[in-house]
């Protein structure tokens, strides 16, 4: 039986970045599914301030592979721990108390509580995304 001999060379520079941009993509794609999927959990404060803020932050897209979900207004982290806050944004404590919601849907950690409903999902749409862009 006769060996074939075969060598294949690539530009493995150009190979790691195609699939680092897509898989940037992949995580945009996935986190803003993700940011919409928690919105409803978010508390709602005046005029969706809190809950747009999060949305907002996500325009900026993934980069390195990281894709970031952030709420930036000062109570935020209050809020997604569910403590109520004492003091002033300077000096400031928080709980032993815990906020009650008026909305029925909020929560606290509403990431990770969404998380907990959608984190399959998500998953699927990263992968789905991430196959697209390596087409």
Same mark, same amino acid.
Request: negative net charge.
């Given at each position: 039986?006769?060996?074939?001999? &075969?060598r &294949?060379?690539? %530009?493995?520079i150009?190979? !790691?970045?195609?699939?680092?941009?897509?898989? %940037?993509k992949? #995580?945009?794609?996935?986190? !803003?599914?993700?940011?919409?999927?928690?919105?409803?959990?978010v +508390?709602? %404060?005046?005029?969706? &301030? #809190?809950e747009?803020?999060?949305l907002?932050?996500?325009?900026?897209?993934?980069?390195?592979?990281?894709?970031e979900?952030?709420?930036?207004? +000062?109570?935020?982290?209050?809020l997604?721990?569910? %403590?109520?806050?004492?003091?002033?944004?300077?000096?400031?404590t928080?709980? +032993?108390?815990?906020?009650?919601f008026?909305?029925?849907?909020?929560?606290?950690?509403?990431?990770?509580?969404a998380?907990e !409903?959608?984190?399959?999902?998500?998953?699927?749409?990263?992968?789905?995304? #991430?196959?697209?862009?390596?087409e």
């Amino acid at each position: 039986m006769e060996k074939t001999r &075969v060598r &294949v060379s690539f %530009d493995k520079i150009a190979a !790691i970045e195609t699939i680092r941009a897509a898989s %940037d993509k992949a #995580l945009t794609a996935m986190g !803003i599914q993700a940011l919409q999927d928690i919105s409803p959990y978010v +508390p709602k %404060d005046q005029e969706g &301030v #809190l809950e747009n803020s999060g949305l907002s932050n996500a325009e900026q897209g993934a980069k390195n592979g990281k894709f970031e979900l952030c709420w930036a207004t +000062p109570y935020a982290q209050y809020l997604s721990h569910g %403590d109520v806050m004492y003091g002033n944004p300077k000096n400031r404590t928080y709980g +032993p108390e815990k906020l009650s919601f008026t909305s029925a849907l909020a929560r606290e950690e509403w990431a990770k509580y969404a998380y907990e !409903i959608y984190g399959e999902e998500w998953r699927q749409v990263y992968q789905a995304a #991430l196959e697209r862009g390596l087409e």
